[in-house]
């Protein structure tokens, strides 16, 4: 069996329960050392196999899946975050089914609710957003049209940029450009957060770029952008003693 894991956001202890479990029973574990905490290998039992998949391309990575199975191995393939998001865990799982080998997926923790965590913020809050856009700069990688920073800008509500950090300045014109956010818009960057050298800038929309040139921060970072950052907000109708729910009356 082949089991894809979301190795969480970067501390070693916020892997899930299963996803420890399974790091420890596998014989061949295949990871992105350019991005997964190296300190989940201590789950590993003794002989296990660990390929460093950060040189291997596609084909490369499934060649060993299939050698594993072929040998009645159990692989685990293990991505940083949640693979869902920005994991390339769709080619794979493609790939896989075409092979007719089984495999299954096991969810982690993912680095926007780590950057929550670090910021020590809540992304949704009453009367500031209820909405959160989780997108990306267009780079190499191009986004849909119709995905543009500046067209999911126009909407206003909370902000999380993945892959972004080293487009900063490109990405500061585009957020502008929805006609929403302002240069004072409240704004951070979250340099790998949960990791033990977790690092915290504050600043605005209009600082992002000087913000990252100025403390050396080109990857490995989230750009977190809204009022949820300093807003005044009001209180959740849900502990509300005057809101009544089925689970409690209204008090007076």
């Given at each position: 069996?082949i089991?894809?894991?979301?190795a969480?956001?970067?501390?070693?202890?916020?892997?899930t329960v299963?996803?420890?479990?399974?790091?420890?029973?596998?014989?061949?574990?295949?990871?992105?050392g350019?991005?997964?905490?190296?300190?989940l290998?201590?789950?590993?039992?003794?002989?296990?196999?660990?390929?460093?998949?950060?040189?291997?391309?596609?084909?490369?990575?499934?060649?060993?899946?299939?050698?594993e199975?072929?040998?009645?191995?159990?692989?685990?393939?293990?991505?940083?975050g949640?693979?869902?998001?920005y994991g390339?865990?769709?080619?794979?799982m493609?790939?896989?089914?075409?092979?007719?080998?089984?495999?299954?997926d096991?969810?982690?923790v993912?680095?926007?609710?780590?950057?929550a965590?670090?910021?020590?913020?809540?992304?949704?809050?009453p009367?500031?957003?209820?909405s959160?856009?989780?997108?990306?700069?267009?780079?190499?990688?191009?986004?849909?049209?119709?995905?543009?920073?500046?067209?999911?800008?126009s909407?206003?509500?909370?902000?999380?940029?993945?892959?972004?950090?080293?487009?900063l300045?490109?990405?500061?014109?585009?957020?502008?450009?929805?006609?929403?956010?302002?240069?004072d818009?409240?704004?951070?960057i979250?340099?790998?957060?949960?990791?033990?050298?977790?690092?915290?800038?504050?600043?605005t929309?209009?600082?992002?770029?000087q913000?990252?040139?100025?403390?050396?921060?080109?990857?490995?970072?989230?750009?977190?952008?809204?009022?949820?950052?300093?807003?005044p907000?009001?209180r959740?109708k849900?502990?509300?003693?005057?809101?009544?729910?089925?689970?409690?009356?209204?008090?007076?």
């Amino acid at each position: 069996m082949i089991h894809f894991i979301g190795a969480g956001p970067g501390g070693a202890d916020l892997i899930t329960v299963r996803g420890a479990r399974l790091l420890g029973e596998a014989d061949c574990i295949i990871y992105a050392g350019s991005l997964v905490n190296p300190d989940l290998l201590q789950y590993k039992k003794d002989g296990c196999v660990v390929c460093d998949s950060a040189s291997m391309t596609l084909e490369e990575v499934l060649a060993v899946m299939e050698a594993e199975e072929h040998a009645g191995h159990t692989t685990v393939r293990l991505h940083t975050g949640d693979p869902c998001l920005y994991g390339a865990i769709r080619e794979q799982m493609d790939r896989l089914d075409k092979l007719g080998l089984p495999y299954d997926d096991t969810p982690g923790v993912s680095s926007f609710c780590g950057a929550a965590a670090a910021l020590r913020a809540e992304y949704t809050l009453p009367e500031v957003s209820q909405s959160v856009i989780i997108t990306r700069m267009a780079g190499r990688t191009g986004v849909p049209e119709g995905e543009a920073l500046r067209r999911m800008a126009s909407h206003g509500c909370t902000m999380v940029l993945f892959l972004s950090t080293g487009l900063l300045r490109e990405a500061q014109e585009e957020l502008l450009a929805g006609g929403v956010y302002t240069a004072d818009t409240p704004a951070a960057i979250v340099y790998k957060a949960t990791w033990p050298d977790e690092r915290v800038f504050r600043c605005t929309v209009g600082t992002l770029a000087q913000t990252a040139r100025e403390n050396n921060i080109t990857k490995t970072a989230l750009i977190t952008i809204g009022g949820f950052l300093s807003a005044p907000y009001e209180r959740s109708k849900l502990y509300d003693p005057t809101f009544a729910h089925g689970c409690r009356e209204a008090r007076p």
